[in-house]
């Protein structure tokens, strides 16, 4: 019998996934699944190796940006009493700000978690620092958590890509704007940095 999560109704990939399988049939034999074999056999994205290298494997292999897509993994950094990182599937982008996710081992050790939220928590809105659904709390966790950004299943010379680094560009340019007019609003802010 083969296996497969969508058979367990854990999730159905997106088209065009493939799934190396066997990493995750041993976990899901024991019971307990990683986040990144999980995230991998989900997104169809063939990186390997702990969460946190996912961002840096990914260049030159996989389109990459700041905009959360269904499909697209968020790559978490590591963080307080993690120290591999998280890798997790965007499932639904409720808004600008927020979005679903699923992933396996984060509220629950081995355990997969479908549709839950994660929020933009960064100050400039760029997806850089989130708090994540927590089960035991059955809220948002209180952290912060650091993240590079998104991998998604498409080569990083594609439309997409493209549409990506053109996104980047502008809110660099946002990222300025609001710096010099926070310190034509601040004018002693603006004298203590000498550029009165």
């Known amino acids: 019998m083969a296996f497969s ?3 367990w109704g854990l999730f159905t990939a997106p088209a065009g996934a493939r ?12 019971g307990l ?3 990144v074999p999980f995230a991998r056999e989900v997104s169809g994205i063939r990186l390997s190796g702990d969460a946190y290298t996912w961002w840096t494997q990914a260049k030159g292999r996989y389109a990459r940006g700041h905009t959360p897509r269904v499909g697209a993994v968020m790559a978490i950094r590591p963080h307080g009493n993690s120290h591999n990182g998280h890798v997790a599937m965007v499932s639904e982008v409720i808004d600008s700000r927020t ?5 396996a081992n984060w509220s629950y050790p081995g355990k ?4 839950v939220a994660a929020l933009d928590v960064s100050p400039m809105g760029d997806w850089s620092e989130v708090r994540i659904w927590y089960g035991p709390s059955q809220t948002l966790g209180a952290s912060h958590w650091p993240v590079d950004g998104f991998i998604y299943n498409a080569s990083p010379d594609t439309q997409l890509a493209r549409m ?10 946002t990222k300025t704007i609001r710096a010099a007019s926070s310190s034509r609003s601040d004018p002693i802010g603006t004298i203590i940095a ?3």
């Open 5 to 7: 999560l969508a058979a």
């Open 19 to 30: 799934a190396d399988i066997s990493e995750v049939r041993g976990h899901a034999a024991s």
């Open 33 to 35: 699944l990683e986040c």
């Open 99 to 103: 979005v679903l996710l699923t992933h």
């Open 112 to 115: 997969v978690e479908r549709d």
């Open 164 to 173: 990506e680094a053109a996104s980047a560009n502008r809110s660099e340019d």
């Open 194 to 196: 000498g550029a009165f």
